[in-house]
């Protein structure tokens, strides 16, 4: 009997010490109002990267591919023309494919093959612009599967864009917490969420995609290109972080 009672008493005592212990916890925890901001920066850009497709038929694959050859090559020219470095100018995705006549009846034919192989050139001087898509038409180049203007001072205006974020975060919880007569403290977490600008052009056959977010700052940066009728307009650079501020009461008002 003596066993069971100090067992029982034992239990009641871990009992009470867990319950001390969580309202203790629940006693540290900080009241927190989490907001999300947004930022976008909008910026001339100063490059821009074009995708050229280049596209050959013929009846032999060493054909095909010498015609696709001579297309490249002159293209390559084209560039060094408008006084684009080896370095800005990228051969990428090679394909080959087998072209079959399937409508004779006898089954599926083979009568050729394409070759198919990307240019990509990286434009500093837009000025340039409509004469390199021009100049590679004539040579011989076949699409231009994507054009993506650019900005070279990316990493500069991103912190700007994050900067901006989280002054909208606290100004967004500071009219919250007024709104509920309560005041914001000091930071008590902060995270970056989807932030940045970028482009993906087609490396592959005719592909290219980009994107962007939505923003509740707007900041105009000042610029400008010029040459042709090319409008490359603004790109946006944006930022997204979610802040959460410990939560006090509001300071009583003095007279």
Known sequence: MKDLAFRALLSLFVVAVGTTQVAAHEEESPRLITVNGEAEIKVTPDEVIVTFGVESLAAKLEAAKTA?????????EVARKHGIDDKHVQTGYFQVETDYDHTSGAGYVLEGYWVRRNVVVTLRDLSHFEGLVSDMLEAGVNYVHGVDFRTTELRKHRDRARSLAIQAAREKAVMLAGELEQ??????SISEGHAGWWSWYGRWWGSSWRGRMSQNVIQEVAGGTGGGTLA??????????TVAFELADALPQTE
């Not at 696709?68 to 390559?76: C, G, K, M």
């Not at 005041?183 to 008590?188: E, F, K, L, T, V």
């Not at 490359?232 to 972080?241: D, H, K, L, R, W």
């Open 68 to 76: 696709n050859d001579e297309i490249v090559a002159r293209a390559l």
């Open 183 to 188: 005041r914001i403290g000091r930071p008590h």
């Open 232 to 241: 490359p307009g603004q790109i946006a650079i944006t930022a997204n972080v």
